[in-house]
């Protein structure tokens, strides 16, 4: 099983700022097949970056996702007031299971 | 518009059984795999189980299989998830998910449903 562990587990920012999360693997993603999701509370996550740098339709292009391998990032180049949220990676590749990190909040400073 | 409605949560008892249900809409229900992921209150999340496009092909979580049974019904654009020998760890919002990519197991989650809670409680 391939564990995926974000950091920092909280990033206290104000709009505007600029937001960095990291994702790391404990092996090799599969082909990049690493996807960011942001949740807002009482909501289910919606997909923002796919193939660890494609963005989904309809994501704004603040939003961008980088890396290969184990190492991961997504950066959120301006924080938007509704940017505020918990972040989610999830590799899809090999092996079975897939597995998501365990989460970073972004929350307003 | 693509929707996935989840039903069939609520509460039950330690070791008893529930059904979940996840009603899918506005794509080929029969070209994409389709997941369920959960989130206990205040957690991250976890994937459960996955069925394949075809309904030939399932994956479990270790910490649900011999336990939960998914399965998909093509001519109702249903998936469901029966659920048995509940324990109180199992409480959590259930998602189900669609896949990503036509006719290929390992993708993203491109869609979600709101999700429905089954709490097991005494």
Redesign the interface.
């Known amino acids: 099983e391939i564990v995926l562990t974000q950091s920092p587990g909280t990033l206290s920012l104000s709009p505007g700022e600029r937001a960095t999360l990291s994702c790391r693997a404990s092996q090799s993603v ?1 082909s990049n ?1 690493l ?1 960011w ?1 942001q ?1 807002k509370p009482g ?5 923002l970056i ?2 660890a740098s494609t963005r ?1 339709a309809g994501i704004p292009d603040r939003f961008s996702g980088s890396g290969s391998g184990t190492d991961f990032t997504l950066i959120i180049s301006t924080l938007e007031p509704e940017d505020f949220a918990v972040y ?1 990676c ?1 590799q ?3 092996p ?8 970073t909040k972004v929350e307003i400073k | 518009q693509v929707q996935l409605v989840e039903s069939g949560g609520g509460v039950v008892q330690p070791g008893g059984s529930l059904r979940l249900s996840c009603v899918a809409s506005g794509f080929t229900f029969t070209n994409y795999g389709i997941h369920w992921v959960r989130q206990a209150p205040g957690k991250g999340l976890e994937w459960v189980a996955f069925v394949r496009f075809d309904g030939t092909t399932k994956y479990y979580a270790d910490s649900v299989r011999d336990r939960f049974t998914i399965s998909r019904d093509n001519s109702k654009n249903t998936v469901s998830l029966e659920m048995s020998s509940l324990r109180p760890e199992d409480t959590a919002v259930y998602f189900c998910a669609k896949g990503g990519f036509s006719g290929y197991d390992r993708a993203y989650f491109d869609y979600w449903g709101q999700g429905t809670l089954v709490t097991v409680s005494s």
Do not use: E, K, V
């Open positions: 599969t097949y996807a999701y949740q909501q289910a996550p919606r997909l796919h193939g989904a989610y999830h899809y590749g090999s079975i299971p897939w597995t998501f990190g365990q989460g």
